[in-house]
Antibody, heavy 119, light 110 residues
Framework: QVQLVESGGGVVQPGRSLRLSCAASGFTFSSYGMHWVRQAPGKGLEWVAVIWYDGSNKYYADSVKGRFTISRDNSKNTLYLQMNSLRAEDTAVYYC????????????WGQGTMVTVSS | QSALTQPASVSGSPGQSITISCTGTSSDVGGYNYVSWYQQHPGKAPKLMIYDVSNRPSGVSNRFSGSKSGNTASLTISGLQAEDEADYYCSSYTSSSTPVFGGGTKLTVL
C-alpha cells in the first residue's frame, strides 16, 4: 500500500546536526514533489521544505533556510532532510508528505519522527 | 509567508453543521485555487480532506465540503459526528511557489 516511513529522529544538543529519512513505497516516488512539514509540541503545522520530483528545485521556509537541506534519491525511493545548527525551536515532530493528487495538496503522510533539541 | 488566519476553536452539536474560515491574501488563498484542508486527531498524522478548494479525495465523506470567496476559504462539515472532533488546518499555495498553513482550528463536538 501507499506508505511513507520516517526515521532518524532523536535527542540532539543545540548546534549539532541530524539527518532524517523518509522511505516511500506503493507509488511512483520519482514522479512527485515531496515536502517536510513539522509540528512543535502543542502547536500547529509548519511547512519546512519542498523538493521537486526530479530534485531540480528546492524551497525552504525562512526559519530553516541556510541550515536545513532537502534532498532525494529516486533510485532508493527515499527523501532526506539534513538539519544543521539545530536550535531549541526546531524541536518538533517532522512529517514527510507527498504532493500526489494535486498542486499544494499533501495526500500522503508519514507517521512522523520526533526531533528534540536540548542540552 | 505569514500563516493563514483560522479561528482557534469552533463547536457544534451532533447533526449540526459548522464552518471553519481560512483567511489569507491575494498572494495565496485569493490568487490560486490550490486551497487544501486537513484533519488531525491527537497523536496522528494529518489527513487530507479537501483539495483544490472544493474537491474531496476518494474515501472522504461528502459531509465535508469546501468553498472560497476572495481571500477567504471555508470548510463546512454537515451532520456533525463525534468522530469529527479534531484539529483542522487549511493550506494554500503561494506566489513564492511554496505552501503556507493556517494556525489550526480545534473542533469540539458538544
Amino acid at each position: 500500500q501507499v506508505q511513507l516511513v520516517e526515521s532518524g529522529g532523536g535527542v540532539v544538543q543545540p548546534g549539532r546536526s541530524l539527518r532524517l529519512s523518509c522511505a516511500a513505497s506503493g507509488f511512483t516516488f520519482s514522479s512527485y514533489g515531496m515536502h517536510w512539514v513539522r509540528q512543535a509540541p502543542g502547536k500547529g503545522l509548519e511547512w519546512v521544505a519542498v523538493i521537486w520530483y526530479d530534485g531540480s528545485n528546492k524551497y525552504y521556509a525562512d526559519s530553516v533556510k541556510g541550515r536545513f537541506t532537502i534532498s532525494r534519491d529516486n533510485s532508493k525511493n527515499t527523501l532526506y532532510l539534513q538539519m544543521n545548527s539545530l536550535r531549541a525551536e526546531d524541536t518538533a515532530v517532522y512529517y514527510c508528505a507527498g504532493e500526489v493528487i494535486a498542486v499544494g495538496a499533501f495526500d500522503i503522510w508519514g507517521q512522523g519522527t520526533m526531533v528534540t533539541v536540548s542540552s | 509567508q505569514s500563516a493563514l488566519t483560522q479561528p482557534a476553536s469552533v463547536s457544534g452539536s451532533p447533526g449540526q453543521s459548522i464552518t471553519i474560515s481560512c483567511t489569507g491574501t491575494s498572494s495565496d488563498v485569493g490568487g490560486y485555487n490550490y486551497v487544501s484542508w486537513y484533519q488531525q486527531h491527537p497523536g496522528k498524522a494529518p489527513k487530507l480532506m479537501i483539495y483544490d478548494v472544493s474537491n474531496r479525495p476518494s474515501g472522504v465523506s461528502n459531509r465535508f465540503s469546501g468553498s472560497k470567496s476572495g481571500n477567504t476559504a471555508s470548510l463546512t462539515i454537515s451532520g456533525l459526528q463525534a468522530e469529527d472532533e479534531a484539529d483542522y488546518y487549511c493550506s494554500s499555495y503561494t506566489s513564492s511557489s511554496t505552501p503556507v498553513f493556517g494556525g489550526g482550528t480545534k473542533l469540539t463536538v458538544l
